[in-house]
């Protein structure tokens, strides 16, 4: 869990920064309610992110330059998306797109 802290979490937060970790499941986010702005910002091995229920904001920029990113699970808990959360996520679907077009973007 990176919210929870201890040794697994700081080998994951290590892996987003050496590019080796490639997907963040709701259980490596678990007890997390905000994604804070620039959390993940150039994480180019990610490629697959599952947000848990709990989160209800995506900061602006969390996920820019995401390059490898291609899945988001984003839970209908969410209210709010930061300017620019997703810049430069090319490789998301059009379906994934269309749905955050919903949602209120700031």
């Given at each position: ?62 996920f ?6 291609t ?8 209210v ?27």
């Amino acid at each position: 869990k990176l919210a929870g802290g201890g040794e697994e979490s700081v080998n994951k937060l290590a892996g987003l920064v050496d590019g080796t970790v490639t997907e963040l499941t709701a259980e490596d986010l678990e007890g997390a309610t905000k994604i804070r702005d620039y959390a993940f910002q150039g994480s180019n091995s990610l490629e697959s992110i599952a947000l848990p229920n709990e989160v209800t904001y995506i900061g602006q920029y969390s996920f820019s330059n995401c390059t490898g990113l291609t899945n988001i699970d984003i839970p209908d808990s969410i209210v709010e998306i930061g300017a620019k959360a997703f810049r430069k996520c090319m490789f998301l679907s059009e379906k994934k797109e269309d749905a955050l077009k919903n949602l209120k973007i700031m």
